[in-house]
């Protein structure tokens, strides 16, 4: 069954040609920073509402029964499937997607059990994940995810605190000039902490780092900081 890269299923707005407007977009998780990976799908996606972030213990009292959200589960933090089932009860409407690094059968067989509308793993291929989103918008049911995809990533490569805001940042578009603002440092100490951040995640380019964000900030969470240096005295910047 889980041979193919992914599974369709014909969902209740089959054949039907309009296009559901999504009202508003809403990111269960209880780890904040990996809305800036969600944010870069989303745009590739075409949909422009800024996320915000549910706990997801609290999801069934957020949605609104009378309105067209689309909820984005973390897949992978632990689910509460109970109040899952509750918050699909209660918004009909929604469309209610697992994204993940670590998809597992066992994942897509619950997604599956509970009625939810898909499962993106975010090791697809930019396009086809994007592609997948737009179809489950749209009101079909995608469980897309990777050959042999019940192997966990590589574990996160060890990251400051400051170079985990740097990565969060590029991943959500930000330009040097703009994170060294955001931190109070200079460009330069912008710079150094990107190029840092090129070398322990073995890319060659800032774009190579955007796909990997939530990934790397998801595993990273669960490691203790590497030690920040004091770029102060090297470039002039303001702590």
């Not at 209660?90 to 997607?97: E, G, I, K, L, T």
Request: with cysteine.
């Amino acid at each position: 069954m889980f041979a193919e890269r992914g599974l369709w299923l014909p969902g209740e707005a089959e054949g039907d040609t309009m296009k559901p407007k999504i009202e508003r977009i809403v990111f269960a998780t209880e780890r904040p920073l990996l809305a800036v990976g969600l944010r870069e799908l989303l745009r590739r996606t075409g949909l422009e509402a800024e996320p915000c972030v549910v706990e997801p213990a609290a999801l069934a009292d957020a949605v609104q029964p009378e309105e067209t959200w689309l909820i984005v589960l973390d897949g992978d933090s632990p689910l509460f499937w109970e109040e899952l089932d509750k918050a699909r009860v209660r918004a009909p409407m929604s469309r209610f997607v697992i994204c993940g690094s670590a998809i597992t059968p066992k994942l897509v067989l619950a997604a599956m059990e509970h009625k939810l509308d898909g499962v993106i793993s975010t090791r697809l291929p930019e396009l086809e994940a994007t592609e997948t989103l737009v179809r489950i918008c749209n009101g079909e049911r995608h469980f897309r995810f990777q050959d042999g995809m019940e192997m966990r990533p590589a574990e996160a490569p060890a990251l400051s605190r400051r170079e985990r805001l740097v990565l969060a940042m590029v991943a959500d578009g930000l330009r040097n000039r703009q994170i060294a603002i955001a931190l109070g440092t200079s460009e330069d100490s912008v710079k150094v902490h990107i190029h840092r951040l090129l070398r322990k995640t073995g890319t060659r380019r800032r774009q190579e780092l955007i796909p990997l964000a939530a990934t790397i900030l998801a595993r990273a969470d669960e490691e203790p900081d590497s030690p920040d240096f004091d770029d102060t005295w090297m470039f002039g910047g303001k702590q």
